[in-house]
């Protein structure tokens, strides 16, 4: 089996054009493709890239972060919370293990919390403007680890 490590700088935005987040100034993006690192729409658009290239691509929210999930909103008794100050936007991350789902919080009535479990992302349609830097062949190593390895990627 082979495969391509495709390298990226990307700016990312909302369908109204809002900036959500760009690699542009540090690092690129250095995925293996078929691993599922990054977001399906994405990855579809990438295929058979070329350095230098430049795309556009409209994904959908439901191949991005998918849509909002309404059951993943709890209400929690402040008490449960690890900070006695707590704010509309405030992230906290549900477990110690890196990976544990991060919540924010939507709504702070009196002794109660509105947790959102939902990917921030969820239900947005986003809007990418992608420069490719680098395609070249995956090594042996990444295939087997299943993701890229160097500047970008992944760093044992
Ligand atoms: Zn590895």
Same mark, same amino acid.
């Given at each position: 089996?082979?495969?391509?490590?495709?390298?990226? %700088?990307?700016?990312?935005?909302?369908?109204?054009?809002?900036?959500?987040?760009?690699?542009?100034?540090?690092?690129?993006?250095?995925?293996?493709? /078929?691993? /599922?690192?990054?977001?399906?729409?994405?990855?579809?658009?990438?295929?058979?890239?070329?350095?230098?290239?430049?795309?556009?691509? +409209?994904?959908?929210?439901?191949?991005?972060?998918?849509?909002?999930?309404?059951?993943?909103?709890?209400?929690?008794?402040?008490?449960?919370?690890?900070? +006695?100050?707590?704010?509309?936007?405030?992230?906290?991350?549900? /477990?110690?293990?890196? %990976?544990?789902?991060?919540?924010?919080?939507?709504?702070?009535?009196? +002794?109660?919390?509105?947790?959102?479990?939902?990917?921030?992302?969820?239900?947005?349609?986003?809007?990418?403007?992608? +420069?490719?830097?680098?395609?070249?062949?995956?090594?042996?190593?990444?295939?087997?680890?299943?993701?890229? %390895?160097?500047?970008? /990627?992944?760093?044992?």
């Amino acid at each position: 089996m082979s495969a391509n490590v495709i390298t990226f %700088h990307y700016v990312l935005k909302d369908r109204e054009g809002q900036l959500i987040d760009s690699s542009q100034g540090g690092d690129p993006v250095a995925y293996l493709e /078929g691993s /599922g690192q990054i977001i399906e729409g994405l990855e579809e658009a990438l295929r058979d890239s070329a350095p230098g290239q430049k795309t556009e691509v +409209d994904v959908p929210a439901e191949k991005a972060y998918g849509e909002r999930d309404d059951t993943l909103v709890r209400r929690v008794s402040r008490t449960q919370l690890p900070v +006695d100050e707590i704010n509309v936007g405030d992230r906290f991350q549900t /477990g110690a293990d890196r %990976h544990a789902p991060i919540v924010t919080v939507i709504g702070v009535e009196g +002794d109660s919390v509105l947790l959102d479990a939902n990917h921030p992302l969820a239900g947005v349609d986003l809007h990418f403007e992608v +420069d490719v830097v680098d395609v070249r062949e995956a090594t042996p190593d990444e295939i087997h680890h299943g993701h890229a %390895h160097g500047p970008g /990627g992944h760093h044992h």
